[in-house]
Every structure is written in C-alpha cells, then in structure tokens.
C-alpha cells in the first residue's frame, strides 16, 4: 500500500497529495512504498546503478534513494509518469545529446516508465564517480 494520501491536512491546492507514513530508511523500502505498476522498473534502475557503482552505498538522502561515496553521487525518484533520475546539471550538459529523447532540466532527466536505457544510466553513473560531479 501507498503512503501518499489525504490524511486530512489543509492545502491551498485542491486534492494535493503528499507523504505521511513512516519515511523508509532503505532502497528497498522506498521502491515497496510505490505503486505496484512502478517497482519493476524502479528495482531494475537500482540494479543497473549497483552495477555501475559497486563501491557506492546505497541510503535515502533527501528523501530519495541515493548512491554515496564520500558525497551523494546521484538520486533518483519513482513520480506519476516517470522516474526522476538526477545526476547533477553538469552530468546534464554533459550528455546532452544522448539524453535528447528524454525531457531535462536542470540536474535532472525524466526517464519513462518502460523506457530506461541501461547503457546510458551505466554511462552517466560511471561519468558522475569518475569526475566527482554530483547530484
């Protein structure tokens, strides 16, 4: 079960929605707090970052599952349509060209649900450790 409801708390948007259970303290945790229809791929980008960042442990830093060594390498989280993965704006600029398929913004790319490209998230993981920029 989802721990995103209305427990009754007054917001100016109408049906506003937002996090009041216990916050998870693991991946894992997290990605079994989400919607049943987005876990696979959620778990599946979480393998792919284990796979590119070995040495990297995994905790959740800004309510985020994150990948940390000696600073938070990069985050990434489950939304409505997609999966917010951030790498920091300089991974961003950085890939650019590959990453025009995909809506960007500043330090962040919006990854589909269905449509992650496991050699690019290798690519940018590998890119983010190897010149120390960061989420």
């Known amino acids: 079960m989802n721990a995103w409801n ?11 929605s937002h996090y009041f ?16 229809d987005k876990r696979e791929d959620l778990r599946y980008l979480k393998d792919i970052l284990h796979e ?15 990948f940390w060594k000696e600073h938070n390498i990069l985050h ?3 939304s409505k349509k997609h999966i917010g993965f951030y790498p920091g704006p300089k991974a961003v600029n950085h ?10 913004d500043k330090g962040t790319i919006r990854i589909p649900y269905g449509k992650i490209d ?7 993981a590998k890119w983010c450790i190897e010149t120390g920029n960061h989420a």
């Open 95 to 104: 890939f650019s060209k590959e990453l025009e398929a995909y809506k960007t």
């Open 76 to 78: 990434f989280a489950a």
């Open 52 to 66: 590119a960042l070995p040495d990297a442990v995994e905790k959740i830093s800004w309510s985020m599952p994150t």
């Open 118 to 124: 496991k050699d690019l998230i290798i690519k940018i």
């Open 21 to 36: 259970g216990e916050k998870p303290k693991t991946i894992d945790e997290y990605i079994l707090a989400q919607d049943e």
């Open 6 to 16: 209305n427990c009754g708390r007054e917001f100016k948007n109408i049906n506003q």
